[in-house]
C-alpha cells in the first residue's frame, strides 16, 4: 500500500497512530484489526513500549490498576475533593479548637465550605451531605467521585447518602497527602495567607474570616 493511499493518522510515527486510536475508539486492544485492516505490521514489543511510555498498564495488569495521574486525568471534571482543617479560637470558654469541612472542585477550584464545627458528629455529616447532593446548588450536583482521607467523621451512613445519588468515595491510603495534593494547598494557603494572621474571637469571627478567604481564593486561583 502506498503511504499516499493511508488514513491521516498513518502518515505519523506508529506511536502517534496507536494512541491516536486508543484514543478515538476507547477501547485497547483493537490495535491488530487496524494493521490488518491496513496491511501495517508492528511487533507486540514496540506497542507495549508505547502504551507503557504513556502510562498505560499491559492488558493482562490493566483493569486491575489504573495509575493515579491517569484516575484523575480521565475523570478530572468528575471529581470533588474533601478535607478538614482545625483553627483555634478564643471564645468565652477559653481557647477551643474549630474544625472546618471543605470541598473543592479540582477542575475549576471551587471551593465550598461543608460546615464548621466545634464538635462534629455523625448528625452534622448527614446533614452536610444532604447539602453536598442538593439537586439544585449541592457543589456534588452532577459530580462522580469524592476523593477523601479516612477520617472517621466520614461515615458509612454519609458516604451512603453520596453513593445514593451516585457519587463514589475514593477513600486515600493511609499518610498520603500527596494524593490530595489540591485540598492541602487550600489548607496551606487558607492558614499562611489568614487564618494564621489572626486572633480569633468566637466562631462568627471564624466564619467571616473564612468566607472572606473562599471568596478572595476563588477569583485569584
Known amino acids: 500500500m502506498d503511504q499516499g493511499d493511508l488514513p491521516r493518522p498513518l502518515r505519523f510515527s506508529p506511536s502517534s497512530f496507536v494512541w491516536r486510536s486508543r484514543i478515538a475508539t476507547g477501547v485497547t486492544g483493537v490495535y491488530s ?73 479540582l477542575s475549576t477550584r471551587k471551593v465550598e465550605i461543608g460546615g464548621i464545627a466545634r464538635d462534629p458528629n455523625s448528625l452534622w455529616m448527614s446533614q452536610i451531605g444532604r447539602n453536598l447532593t442538593d439537586a439544585v446548588d449541592g ?14 467523621l466520614f461515615t458509612a451512613e454519609f458516604l451512603s447518602m453520596l453513593a445514593d445519588t451516585g457519587v463514589t468515595s475514593v477513600k486515600l491510603p493511609p499518610r498520603s497527602p ?7 494547598r487550600f489548607v496551606r494557603s487558607i492558614k499562611e495567607c489568614c487564618l494564621d494572621k489572626m486572633i480569633l474571637f468566637g466562631e462568627g469571627s471564624l466564619r467571616r474570616a473564612v468566607h472572606e478567604f473562599v471568596v478572595h481564593y476563588k477569583y485569584a486561583s
Open 139 to 152: 457543589i456534588l450536583n452532577g459530580k462522580r467521585y469524592l476523593i477523601h482521607d479516612r477520617d472517621p
Open 178 to 184: 500527596n494524593l490530595n495534593a489540591y485540598a492541602e
Open 33 to 105: 484489526a487496524h494493521f490488518r485492516i491496513w496491511d501495517i505490521k508492528i511487533a507486540r514489543g514496540t506497542i507495549a513500549n508505547i502504551l507503557k511510555n504513556h502510562g498505560i498498564e499491559p492488558a493482562p495488569e490493566r483493569e486491575k490498576k489504573t495509575t493515579w495521574k491517569e484516575f484523575l486525568r480521565r475523570h478530572w471534571s468528575l471529581i470533588v475533593a474533601a478535607d478538614f482543617f482545625t483553627v483555634e479560637v478564643w471564645t468565652h470558654r477559653g481557647l477551643q479548637r474549630y474544625f472546618v469541612l471543605f470541598f473543592i472542585e
